[in-house]
C-alpha cells in the first residue's frame, strides 16, 4: 500500500515570497491533516479536512495560508507571503477507519 | 482541552539499557494515546497506540507502552536499547469519544543511544 505522498521535500525561498506543497493521501482515507513542526517542537494541526470540507482550521493563520481539498483527494497548502517564522517542516497525514493517522516525510521549508 | 507532556526532552541511554520515555496526558474525556517515532528528515511512524482496549499495548520495534489512568501516564519502554533507537520521539493524544483524528503532541523526547 502506498503511503501518504508530499512534494516538494525541501525549498527555499525568500521572505514575503510564495510556496505551495501538495499532498496526495493513502487511497481510501476520507480525513487529510496539515500539520507545522518548527524545529524542537511537536507537530501542531494545521487544517482538517474530511473529503473535501473543512473540520478544523482553528489553528490555520489565514491571512496568509490557505489550503483547498477540491475533490476530496490530494490537497495544496499555500503561504503567501511567507514569513521567516514559516520556517518549518509541513506534514499532511491521512486517516482511515480504525483510528489512526499516517503521516507523510514532509516538506521542509526554509524561509531566509 | 487535552494536552501531552513529555518529561524530558533527552534521554540518554547505553545500547543495551533500558529505555524509559515518560508522558502525561490532561483529557476530560477518554483519551486515545500514542507514539510516534521520528528519524531525521523523516515524517513521523506510528509505534503503538492506546485505544481502550489492553492497557499494556506493545508496538513495533519492541517498544511496549502502559496506560495508567490513576497516573495519566502512557509511558513507552524497550527492554534492551540498539543504536538504531535513536530517533526524537513524540506522545500524541486524540479524543476517544467521538474520535476526529486530531491529534494533540507533546514537545518530544531525543533518545540518544551509547555504544
Known amino acids: 500500500e502506498a503511503g501518504v505522498a508530499q512534494s516538494p521535500r525541501y525549498k527555499i525561498i525568500e521572505k514575503r515570497q510564495s510556496v505551495a506543497f501538495w499532498c496526495n493521501p493513502i487511497?481510501?482515507?476520507?480525513?487529510l491533516y496539515w500539520y507545522q513542526q518548527i524545529l524542537g517542537q511537536g507537530p501542531k494541526l494545521l487544517i482538517q479536512?474530511?473529503?473535501?470540507?473543512?473540520?478544523?482550521d482553528s489553528q490555520l493563520p489565514k491571512d496568509r495560508f490557505s489550503a483547498e481539498r477540491l475533490k476530496g483527494v490530494d490537497s495544496t497548502l499555500k503561504i503567501q507571503p511567507a514569513k521567516l517564522e514559516d520556517s518549518a517542516v509541513y506534514l499532511c497525514?491521512?486517516?482511515?477507519?480504525?483510528?489512526?493517522?499516517?503521516f507523510g516525510e514532509g516538506s521542509w521549508l526554509t524561509v531566509v | 482541552a487535552q494536552s501531552v507532556t513529555q518529561l524530558g526532552s533527552h534521554v540518554s541511554v547505553s545500547e543495551g539499557a533500558l529505555v524509559l520515555l515518560r508522558c502525561n496526558y490532561s483529557?476530560?474525556?477518554?483519551?486515545?494515546l500514542f507514539w510516534y517515532v521520528q528519524y531525521p528528515n523523516q515524517g513521523l511512524q506510528l509505534l503503538l497506540k492506546?485505544?481502550?482496549?489492553?492497557?499494556l499495548v506493545k508496538g513495533i520495534n519492541g517498544f511496549e507502552a502502559e496506560f495508567k489512568k490513576s497516573e495519566t501516564s502512557f509511558h513507552l519502554t524497550k527492554p534492551s536499547a540498539h543504536m538504531s533507537d535513536a530517533a526524537e520521539y513524540f506522545c500524541?493524544?486524540?479524543?476517544?469519544?467521538?474520535?476526529?483524528?486530531?491529534?494533540?503532541f507533546g514537545q518530544g523526547t531525543t533518545l540518544q543511544v551509547k555504544p
Open positions: 497525514a491521512s486517516g482511515g477507519a480504525g483510528n489512526t493517522i499516517y
Open positions: 487511497s481510501g482515507h476520507a480525513t
Open positions: 479536512f474530511q473529503n473535501n470540507g473543512v473540520v478544523d
Open positions: 483529557s476530560s474525556v477518554p483519551p486515545y
Open positions: 492506546y485505544t481502550s482496549a489492553a492497557t
Open positions: 500524541a493524544v486524540s479524543e476517544g469519544v467521538s474520535n476526529t483524528g486530531k491529534l494533540i
